[in-house]
């Protein structure tokens, strides 16, 4: 939850202006606020993404490397995360203050990615019981605004759309299957990410919740539900946060208000990328 100071008073308004609909910067309970996404921005990675959310400020770099694969699942790739807390994001992330943070979003991404149909993973395995592709998905968070979690998904799965996986080559010897990694930088295939989640975060403020939320939105906030929305409306991952209860039928409304953001928020998400790779531009800013 964040950290700000709040008036009574402000905090009265605050609840006033969700419960009439119309939040103190104009947008209803279900709009996100306008965004700025720019990809292509790091060039010793495979792919990546710079995501501005408010004030909000999100980088993402994937790395692909040729890995063992995992025992339990041999025929299909891996993807792992990794996230940094800078201090320079907030004086709280000093020393060890972003450890549990970066611990708590890691874990729903890697919840929301674990399920088999958000990514093509078999696609990713490169030789069956043996090695296929790991993504290192590495997150830098820079500057702190709130709804961290939503943005930080946004990055994420910008890119991976924007990652190229190197093509490769096997030749049979007399020692076995030798892989040869394509340096072509034009010799690639792409991650279809079509099915990839987003992180919907949904607050409760007095009877009401919105998404979204701002910093002073998220001061107000007792409780709220983060939840992995596909852009069929699936959801892959769950988690729950603050002091406050909610009942059933809290959850039920803020699962549904979830999901009818989330598959618009994918649709345009994916819809923007497309355009600027078309028009072969490296910046986007796109509303919900």
């Not at 408010?54 to 994937?62: E, H, K, Q, R």
């Not at 979690?149 to 924007?162: C, G, W």
């Not at 409306?233 to 989330?262: F, H, N, P, R």
């Not at 618009?264 to 490296?282: C, D, I, W």
Request: hydrophobic letters at 40%; aromatic letters at 6%; charged letters at 25%.
């Amino acid at each position: 939850m964040a950290d700000v100071n709040l008036s009574e008073a402000e905090k009265t308004f605050i609840l006033h202006s969700v419960q009439d609909n119309f939040r103190d910067d104009g947008r209803s309970c279900e709009d996100f606020r306008h965004m700025e996404i720019e990809t292509g921005l790091i060039s010793n990675t495979n792919g990546s993404a710079r995501v501005r959310l408010a004030s909000t400020d999100v980088l993402v770099g994937v790395k692909v490397q040729l890995s063992p694969v995992d025992p339990e699942n041999p025929e299909v790739g891996r993807m792992e995360f990794f996230l940094d807390c800078s201090a320079n994001a907030t004086p709280e992330f000093e020393g060890r203050g972003g450890e549990e943070l970066a611990s708590e979003i890691t874990a729903l991404l890697t919840r929301a990615y674990g399920c088999p149909s958000t990514m093509d993973y078999p696609s990713l395995c490169v030789l069956p019981g043996q090695q296929c592709w790991l993504l290192y998905v590495d997150i830098l968070l820079l500057e702190c605004g709130g709804n961290l979690f939503d943005a930080m998904s946004l990055a994420v799965k910008a890119a991976l759309f924007n990652t190229k996986v190197p093509n490769v080559t096997m030749t049979k010897d007399e020692g076995g299957i030798e892989l040869d990694v394509s340096d072509d930088p034009y010799d690639f295939k792409r991650l279809d990410v079509t099915g990839a989640p987003l992180v919907v975060t949904v607050n409760k403020i007095g009877h009401f919740h919105v998404v979204d939320a701002s910093e002073k939105e998220e001061a107000c906030s007792l409780a709220r539900i983060m939840l992995g929305v596909t852009q069929t409306g699936t959801i892959t991952a769950m988690k729950k946060e603050g002091s406050g209860s909610l009942d059933a039928d809290s959850i039920s409304d803020m699962m549904e208000s979830a999901k009818k953001v989330g598959v618009l928020l994918n649709k345009s998400l994916l819809k923007a990328l497309g355009e600027e790779e078309e028009q072969g531009t490296e910046a986007v800013g796109f509303l919900r």
